[in-house]
Each structure stands twice: as C-alpha cells, then as structure tokens.
C-alpha cells in the first residue's frame, strides 16, 4: 500500500483524537480519559511518520540506516527523560515543568525551521515565497517561546531570583526585535532562502536573545499568564511549520493549541486584572515602591492552638489558600483539620482565588490531590460575598490575593486585581512563614488590620499542631 | 507517490487554519476555572505533535547540520509530548468526583 495514504489516514484519525481528547479534558468527569485519548493520537501519529523513511528523496535514502537510527535514539532518549523528571517532580513545581516542556516543543518548532532555511530543498518544495515567510515567523515564534519557556523555568524554580530590568528596556527589545525581522526579512526576500549559513545563525541567536528580554523583566506574579502565552506560541509555531511541511496533522494540533492557548491567556489575564500588553511590557513594580501608602496598626502574632480553638467554637469558617500551602505540601493536614471541624458542625468552605498558587486551578488540583470534595471549593466570585457572614477567614500562605489594598488603594501597584474579601470576616487567622511580602513585593495591610492575626511557621507544621488542639479538647 | 500526497496552498491552509482556531477556541471557552492549568498542560502535550515534524526533517536530512538539527528536534519534540502528558495524566488523577459527602 501507498505509505503517504497510510500517513495521511492515520493523521486524520490522530487529529480527530486530539480534539475529542481536549473536549473531553474540559470537564471535570471526563477530563481523565480524554488525556488518555490524546495520548493515543499521539503515539499513531508519531508511530507511522516512520513512514516517512519510505517516502524520502533518494538522496536522503542514501543515508536512511543512519537517520533512522538517530530518529530512534532521540525519541526514546527525550521521552524517557521527560517522562522520568515529570513523574518524580513535585505536584508543587507543575507550572516550571509545563513551562520547560512547552519550550522544548517550541524550540522543535524552530529546528525544524533552521532545517528549512539551511537546506530548503529539505521538503523537495520549489521556493515559494509563502512559505518562506511562513517559515521564518514559525521560527522567530518558536524560538521567543524555546528561550522565554527556559527564562520562565528558571524563574518559577528559583534560578534566577532578580528581575532583571534597564531603563528604556522597551526600546532595546524593540530594537533587537527589529533586528530579527529585518534579518528574517533578508532571509526571504533578499537571499530567497538561501542565506549564508552565519547570517542564519544570527538569525536564530537574536531571536532567542529577544525571548530572554522579553521575558527577563517579568515579574513573577504575571508568569502564569506568561507560560500561557508562549504555550500558545508554540502552537503557533507548530501551526506554521506544519503548512512548511505541508502536515496537517501540525496544522491542525498547531493551530488549535494557539488558539485555545491564546483564550486561555486572556482568561487568565483577565482573573488578575491584567492586560496581556501590560503583562509583556511589564511596568508593574518599576515606579511603585515609592507610591506605597503608609500602613497603620501592629503585627498581632497569635499561637496555633488559640487560633484552632476558636474555628472549632465558629459557625462558619472560609479558608483562603495560597502558595504557601503548596510549598509546605500541608494540603493534606489541613484537609484533616478541616474534617475535624466538620465533625463539630462548623460550615467550612474553601475560597480559591483564579491564580491560587501561582496559577489557574493550581490550587484545585492540590486540593483534589488531599481529597477535599470538590463541592466545597468555591470560586472567588462565588463565595466573595459570603466572607460577611464567616466568623473566621483563614489564610494559609496567601498574600496578594487577599490584599485588601488592591480594592482602596489606587497608589498600590495591584490595584485593580480582584482579591478574596477575607477582611470581611469577624476575624482573620493568617498563617505565613514570615513577615515577608508576596510575590508582588507589596506590603500587606491586612496583616495589619485589628481583626487580624498572625500565626506564622511552616503551614503543615501549624496545621498539626491546630489539629492537636482540636483533638485536646475532646468532644466537649 | 504524488497521487496520495497532499498538497495545502493558499487557501486551503487559510480554511484549515481557520477551523482549527476556532475549534481550540470553542473547546477552552466554557470550561470551568478549576481546569485551566490541566487544560494549559494537556494542549502543551497536544503541540507535541511537533515531534512528527523533526522525524520528518531528520529522515530526510542528507547533511551532518541537518541531522544534528533533526535530532535535536526529535529530541526536544519528544520530550514535550512525554513531559506534557505525564504532568497532564498526573494532575487530572487527582480529580476524583466527589461521593463522599450528602
């Protein structure tokens, strides 16, 4: 039988997969199988692109024994890495793993692009200045989201700690991005595909240079949308590529990945009050660290046990998890409290802000990783409203997102940003490691508020000992 | 060969294009917010199908550069579609229907 039909058949099939697989991944019942119907997509399609051996030029049949044999070393090398470092990683570290692995795919992007623009006869097309253009906008996109997933990575881990930031950045990146599109503009129309061999690699390098820029000033509260965004880049690129390849199956997976990746960066965008424009030129903290208003009240450090004594007396208690929770890993404990509660007839609720642990439904998977049911989880605009009626607000690990000043304040550089209205509660119970300020570095004034009080440590080892003090009072 | 092989042009790629984008976009728009980071994840593993192209390029490179480039490529595109759907298949585990409570 004809390779190219049983290519083109199973890439029908495989696109198919992908898109029943992402319907089914966008509701909570289903969403388990439809990762798992994907996955079978993907192994058919890159099982039969084997194919592709038959289907060569006869100049590449030459060295087929070869590139086989380095096809196969290279996918087995790169899914056994990846599979090993995405099972041992921590459920906490998810977003810099989607971040690197979302780069690895859009520096593939751009591989395949240099491939195109070294030796354009690669895919036996005459040039045609479509693709060439097409070519190098895959390339510049991949490339930007190859260095700025790396960037984000390192950022969210803990690599690079400062964020880094000259003045006129702007214009710097604006110029270097003007660079790469004039020597990608070269690339097409002046050498017609054929440039030298330098003058592509400057090409590349620029392009990935431009990436670290843009991304280097961030700051890390804005890298959920960021990470979102180059996601949807990659997809772009993979897009692009594929019309150079002349695939669908890339089209297809490309294109719908872009898209939805691009809604799904406006959501995001959209949760933290955040023009994506604002996000990328970044001009969150820059000015602000002088407009911070003066803060009135004391610090009030309680202790665990108090704390936990009271919430067993309430009627009604919401919890406001934040990345510290997540870092302590103490989801679990607390969901232990929190059953102790309900076996006393305290209504608890969980009130998650959209980017809760860094980023959108992070902190829903903590959650649903302790087992809380997810009946009891609210979102923010759901359950906003109802901190009047709570007799205590419990914060673990949060801090800009319940930062009252972004709904007062309109000098605090998160103004803007909807929060969690736990200082509506009667009383608020923090539990923080530190006096440290959020991800924002702005300063917390409901720490400072007279109905509010600190309980600092480590959030598993606060929530042991509040469990003890629960069990200490017996059935009383 | 030419029979079977496809060919996407101009506009052809444009409706493909277009029907792709608006798919991804109908698929994200009603989705709860509890799923955006699966969701996230599970479309990084799907632009994994890169891979399928560098195994295209690497089979047909005749250079040294272009093998070193294909193989980096696969190498990259497979680590996107292992990473991407070990992280994905991980995170949606954990969403279990809740039974337990009324």
Redesign the interface.
Known sequence: M????II?VVYIV?AFL??Y???R?????T??S???V??VG?LF??LV??L??V???E??K???S???S??A???????????W???K?A?TA??Q??A???G??G???A??A???L??PA??GESEDV?RLVVTVIGAIIGAVSFSGSVIAWAKLDGRIKKTWRVSGQQFLNGAVMLVALGIGAYLVFGAHGHGA?GLTVAFFIITLVFGVLMTMPIGGADMPVV??LY?AF??L???A???V?????????????????T??TL??AK?MNRSVKNVIFSNFAVESSAAQGEIEGSLKPTDASDAAVQMRYAQKVIIAPGYGLAVAQAQHKLYEFVKLLQAHDVDVKFA?H?VAGR????M??LL??A?V?????H?MDDINEEFKEADVALVIGANDTVNPAARTQKSSPIYGMPVLKVDDAKQVYVIKRGEGKGYSGVVNELFYRDNTNMVYGDAQKVMVKMIQAIKDLGEG | MEATALSFTGFVALYIFMLAAFTGYEIIGRVPSILHTPLMSGSNFVHGIVCVGAIFALLNATTPLEQVIGFVGVLFGAGNVAGGYVVTERMLEMFKPSDKKK
Not at chain 1, 359 to 362: D, E, I, L, Q, R
């Open positions: 004809d390779a190219n039909l083109n495989a992908f898109i697989g992402l319907k991944m966008s509701s909570p019942v969403a388990r439809g990762i798992v994907a996955g993907m399609a890159v692109s084997f592709y051996a289907t060569a030029s100049a590449a030459a060295h087929m070869v590139n086989l380095l096809a070393v290279a996918l087995i090398l790169g899914v056994v890495v990846a599979y470092t995405g099972k990683v459920m998810m977003p793993m989607i690197i692995y979302n690895l795919g520096g593939a992007a591989l395949i240099a491939s195109e070294f030796a690669v895919s479509v061999v990470i979102s996601n990659t997809g690129a993979v897009g590529e594929g019309f390849l002349q695939n669908p199956a890339l089209m297809i997976a490309g294109m719908v990945v872009g898209a939805a990746g809604l799904l959501l995001m949760a998650i959209p980023m959108p439904g992070h829903n998977v649903a990783e087992g049911p997810y009946d009891i989880i979102d």
